[in-house]
C-alpha cells in the first residue's frame, strides 16, 4: 500500500507563494498520474491538477497560471508550487490518485490571509 506524505504548508498573505511537496514512503510513484486535492472548510475535498506519468500537468480552472504541479520519479516526489495565492486557497492539500483511491495522508494546511 502506497503511504502519501504532504508538506510545506503554511501561513501566508494574500498573493505570497508557498511550495508544496508528497512522497510516496512506500510504492513509487513513476507507473501513475498523480493528483493535487484540497478540502477548503466547511467544503468537500476537490481536484486541483494532476500530472501524468509523461510530465504533462492539467489543472483546474480556478488555480490555472498560478499553480504549477511537477513531479520527480528520482525522488518519488510531486510538487506543487503556488503563486498569487488567495484567501480562498486556504485548504488542507493532499496528494493522491485522481481518483483518490489510494489511502490519504494527513494532508498540508495552507492558510492565506488577506
Known amino acids: 500500500q502506497v503511504q502519501l506524505v504532504e508538506s510545506g504548508g503554511g501561513s501566508v498573505q494574500t498573493g505570497g507563494s508557498l511550495k508544496l511537496s508528497c512522497v510516496a514512503n512506500?510504492?513509487?510513484?513513476?507507473?501513475?498520474?498523480i493528483a493535487w486535492h484540497r478540502q477548503c472548510p466547511g467544503k468537500q475535498r476537490e481536484l486541483v491538477g494532476y500530472?501524468?506519468?509523461?510530465?504533462?500537468?492539467t489543472y483546474a480552472d480556478f488555480v490555472k497560471g498560478r499553480f504549477t504541479i511537477s513531479r520527480d520519479n528520482a525522488k518519488n516526489t510531486i510538487y506543487l508550487e503556488m503563486n498569487n495565492l488567495k484567501p480562498e486557497d486556504t485548504a488542507v492539500y493532499y496528494c493522491n490518485l485522481v481518483s483518490g483511491t489510494w489511502a490519504w495522508g494527513q494532508g498540508t494546511q495552507v492558510t492565506v490571509s488577506s
Open positions: 512506500r510504492g513509487k510513484f513513476d507507473l501513475y498520474a
Open positions: 500530472i501524468t506519468t509523461g510530465g504533462n500537468p
